[in-house]
């Protein structure tokens, strides 16, 4: 059965600093999504990763991924507070075309 | 704009009674999907299409079923809703990137079981 796991899974840091939130998967997968959801709304996709040792970054965030260790991280960059979400990382449950097995999500907090 | 909507956003039902809560996507993508989200537990995977007449059970299928008679829809149905099923439901469709596939989701749906 493939697992994903989130540490942290609540976050609060101040504006200004980084931080690394780490997902961890149990089998082998070809591909890793990080997505983003706002209080009451629905998912937004920020990340694709489809090979090992992928980096990919927009703005504060930067994600990567390791496939032989099955990690990915999302590294936030001088957080600012409209980084504030929750941050879901996904893998494949099958390779190739197929549904998510999700993490339980990591709950940001940016405090002034 | 191509789009995926669910509807209601919104139902308030009653132990026992039948729902069926509705997804469309004007993309024309042959993979939808349907998840619920539950404090604690992220996002489960209920029942997955990759296309017309093709249906599969997900990771909390029980006392669920879907159907897929065209490739824009897949409508959700709670056959006896219980209480256990309050949850908000995403609906996603994906479609090949080149390199992947890629998931989009509808805006969900907040179902409550009294």
């Known amino acids: 059965e493939l697992k994903v796991e989130q540490n942290p899974l609540f976050l609060s840091m101040q504006e200004g600093k980084n931080y690394t939130i780490y997902c961890n998967y149990s089998?082998?997968?070809?591909?890793l999504y990080w997505y983003r959801q706002d209080p009451g709304k629905s998912l937004e996709s920020l990340f694709v990763?489809?090979?090992?040792?992928a980096v990919k970054q927009e703005g504060r965030l930067m994600a990567s991924l390791d496939t032989k260790a099955r990690l990915s991280t999302l590294h936030i960059t001088a957080a600012v507070h409209d980084l504030s979400a929750t941050y879901f990382c996904?893998?494949?449950?099958?390779?190739?075309?197929?549904?998510?097995?999700f993490g339980k999500g990591t709950r940001l907090s940016v405090i002034a | 704009d191509a789009e995926i909507t669910q509807s209601p956003r919104h139902k308030i039902t009653e132990t026992g009674r039948q729902v069926t809560l509705a997804c469309h996507q004007t993309?024309?993508?042959?993979?939808m999907f349907w998840y619920r989200q539950d404090l604690g537990h992220g996002l489960r995977l209920i029942h997955y299409?990759?296309?017309?007449?093709?249906?599969n059970k997900g990771e909390v299928s029980d006392g669920y079923s879907v159907s897929r008679s065209n490739t824009e829809d897949l409508p959700l149905t709670l056959e006896s809703a219980a209480s256990s099923q309050t949850s908000v439901y995403f609906c996603?469709?994906?479609?090949?990137?080149?390199?992947?596939?890629?998931?989009?989701f509808g805006p969900g749906t907040r179902l409550t079981v009294t």
């Open positions: 990763l489809l090979s090992n040792g």
């Open positions: 996603a469709s994906s479609e090949w990137r080149g390199v992947g596939y890629e998931q989009y």
């Open positions: 993309w024309n993508h042959n993979n």
């Open positions: 996904a893998v494949d449950l099958y390779s190739g075309n197929t549904p998510l097995v």
């Open positions: 089998t082998t997968s070809d591909r």
């Open positions: 299409s990759y296309g017309v007449q093709d249906t």
